[in-house]
Each structure stands twice: as structure tokens, then as C-alpha cells.
């Protein structure tokens, strides 16, 4: 194992990091075969997954046109997290990103707790993810009659293998999704804007303002259910710190990652924001559902051919493409874990492709307990797993703030150096976001129903990391002395 910086610490208990600038043995062996393009289309897709394609259905019939102020609301907190995450990736790149940066900020405790409160995200979402693709794998004809467990190995045993083989691979395979995602939305503003421009009628309804004006405004239940659906929207912003990970495998992040993460501000702005408010100027937000896309929605009423099949497929392929992030980031992450003794010594393991095979395979055995999953459960599967991925999310998000916060204390005491791409309106961007994740957490609860369920995991999740740390923390001071 190369040199880190981390200070030695007698067992049981490994002491913080010391001040200087820190080494994770976890980020040797890596190629940097990511190049910007990859990049780039990573913070895209990062941005844009199901939660918009599929989602946005549901929370505009439940909360209307206000939907589009929880979206950009939301969108600014996400905006904060991953700039958060860009200043530590600018001041040292690394594959296991918040991790590695909660090790040199937190100590292995703090690194410890992110890294399997990631797992956990990703973990639970790989199987959200495999049973989503299989769900609308159904749609088709050709598929209706195969077992929703055969498709879910399937879609798994397909991204599984692209990943295993090379970090460009998982570039390309993430590229291209990307771009279909975005020619979707890119094709509907386009269609969307035409329809209110001209004032064309969609099933007898005029588009424009008076969707809105007519249908009770822009808060047509009250404010209320707008607070409410916050707490999915946040779920729909998850993987924006995907392309954090991905900045340990470019060769150039400081020219790179400080363009990827500006343009998700305006991306968000124009895909999600714009996006829900052309859908909510285009029909009244009654005209939709949590059991269809909005966006097949207008296509339907539209009366456009086979508009629903091209949108089943937009949406198959956001759920692949979060299936391989999900590989992605938790092999890197759990391989920087391997490495100071708080995961399971396979998982720092790497192949001839320079990829950490031991940590990605751990992930996909979550996926196959998935495919048993909706072999037994083929309805409940999906509801079953989010919850648990909403935790993840949150906790993520919020380890990253606390990180960012750390860093910008040391650097007020001058003992490490803020790069020139800062996270603005420090401490206080940091401090705020914070305190919107714990709000999320009370919405949540108030919420009844599965907020409320999922809210109530938390001490189980809690007592599952506190036993978990008595298990390891012997060989993490163990190689913490030996370095």
C-alpha cells in the first residue's frame, strides 16, 4: 500500500488526519481515460433521470404548477451540493471523492459513515433501478409475456459487463445515454414552445396561461402539497455528485470539472424548470398522472404515433443509465473504503481493465438479491427499495456539506488552501443546505404514509453503522499504524 498522510493512532480508535495534504491509497491504479465530452454528459445525466421522465406526472397532478418552484428550489440545493463537491475535487481529485475527503476531514469514522450511506443509496437503488427497466421492458409486445425477474437480470447482466470491462466503457455506455435523454427533452421544449406559440389545440384545450389561470392557479391545492412533494423531488436530483467520482479517472479536472459543474445550474433550468412549466402551460394539471410520463401524456392527447413507445424507451434508458452510474460510483467508493480497512478487502480489487471489479461486483449481488426480489414481489419491489435509497440520498448530500464546511474551517485557519473555483458564500451556502436536508427529513414525516415509514428506518440504519464500525475498526487502526 502506497503513503497517505493520515496521522497514526494507537487501537482501537484511529485518530483525524493530520492538516497536510492527504493521500488516498485508494485513488492508485486508476486509468484517466475519462475525457471531457464523458464528463460533461455525466453532469447531464446525473441531472436528468426518471424522477422527471416518470415523476413528474404524479407531483404535478398532486401539487399543479407550483411543482415547477419545487423544482427549481430543489434544483438551487443540488446546485450547492455538487459545487460543494467540485471546490474538494479542484483541491485534491479523487475516485473516492467525499469519502476520501471525509477521511482527511472527519477521520475514518466520518469516511466510514459516507461511504456506506452511499452504498446504501446506490445498493438499494440498483434494484429500483433493475426492476424499473424490466417494468418497461413490458411495455413492448415482445417482452410482455418474459418474467419481470428474467428481464431484471438481464438489464443487469448487460451494464454489469460494461463496467467490468474498462472506465471507457462505462464513459461511452453513459455518453450516449445521455444524449437520448437529452434529445428527448431537447424535442418536446422545442414541440412544447411551437404548441404555445401558436396556440394549438391539444384534445380540445387551448395551450398557454390559461391552463393555469383557469385551473386555480399556480397553487391550485394551496401550498401545502408543493411543500410535500419536495421530498421527491430532491430524489429526482440524485447522482448530481456523480461526476465528482468520475473526476479521479480524467486527466485534467481542473480544466474540466469547473464547466461540467457551472452548466448544471442552467440545465436544470431549462430541463426541469422549463421543462414543467411548458407541461403545465400546455394542459391542466389534472390532465395528468403518477401512472404515465407527462411527456407520452401531450404526445397521446396530441394524437402523435407510437409518441408513447419513443418515451418508454427515453425512460428505459434513464433507468439504465442510473443502473450504471450506480456500479460505477460504489466500486470507486468502496475501493477507497477496502483501502483503510472499513469494507471488505475483495472490493479494493482491480482487474486488467483498471477497474475496481471486487466493489462493483459487491454492488451487482445487491442487484441479484434485487432479481429475487421481483421474482417474489414483482409489484412491491420497487416501493420497497426506494425508501431505503432516500436515506442514502440525504445522508450523502449532507456528509458532502459537512466535508465542504471542514475544509473551509481549515482554510480560514490557514491550514490548507481554497482553490480559485469556490463553493460561494461560504460557510453559510453550506450551513443553509444543511438545514434544508433536515427539513426534507421532517416533510417527510409529516407526510404520513411511506415518508413517514421511511423516516422510521433511521435508527435501524443508525444502530446497523454504529455495530458496523465495532466490526472493523481494529483493522481500519491496524492500517492506519502501518502506513
Known sequence: MSDRTTTKAPAPEPAAPSASRHVDAGDEGYSKDLKSRHINMIAIGGAIGTGLFLGAGGRLAGAGPSLAIAYAVCGIFAFFVVRALGELVLYRPSSGAFVSYAREFMGEKGAYTAGWLYFLNW?????????????????????????????????????????????????????????????????????????????????????????????????????????????????????????????????????????????????????????VVLLALLLPYTAYSGDQSPFVTVFDKLGVPGAAGIMNLVVLTAALSSLNSGLYSTGRILRSMAMAGSAPKFTARMNKGKVPYGGVLFTAAFGVAGVFLNYRMPGEAFEIVLNLASIGILGTWAMVMICSLLFWRRAQRGEVERPGYKLPWAPYTQIVTLVFLVTVLVLMWSDGGVGRTTVMFLPAIAAALVGGWFLVRRRVAELATRD
Request: proline residues 4%.
Open 123 to 275: 445498493s438499494t437503488t440498483t434494484v429500483a433501478d433493475i426492476t424499473a427497466a424490466a417494468t418497461y421492458a413490458h411495455f413492448w409486445a415482445m417482452f410482455s409475456s418474459v418474467p419481470q425477474w428474467i428481464l431484471a437480470l438481464i438489464a443487469l447482466s448487460v451494464v454489469l459487463a460494461a463496467n467490468l470491462i474498462s472506465v471507457k466503457y462505462f464513459g461511452e455506455m453513459e455518453f450516449w445515454f445521455s444524449i437520448v435523454k437529452v434529445a428527448a427533452l431537447a424535442i418536446f421544449m422545442v414541440v412544447g414552445i411551437w404548441l404555445v406559440a401558436t396556440s394549438h389545440e391539444i384534445d380540445g384545450h387551448t395551450p398557454g396561461l390559461n391552463s393555469i389561470t383557469d385551473n386555480g392557479g399556480i397553487f391550485p391545492l394551496g401550498m401545502l402539497p408543493m411543500l410535500l412533494v419536495v421530498q421527491g423531488v430532491v430524489f429526482a436530483y440524485a447522482s448530481v455528485e456523480l461526476c465528482g467520482v468520475a473526476a479521479g479517472e480524467t486527466e485534467n479536472p481542473a480544466a474540466i470539472m469547473p464547466k461540467a459543474i457551472n452548466s448544471i445550474m442552467w440545465r436544470v433550468g431549462i430541463f426541469y424548470v422549463g421543462s
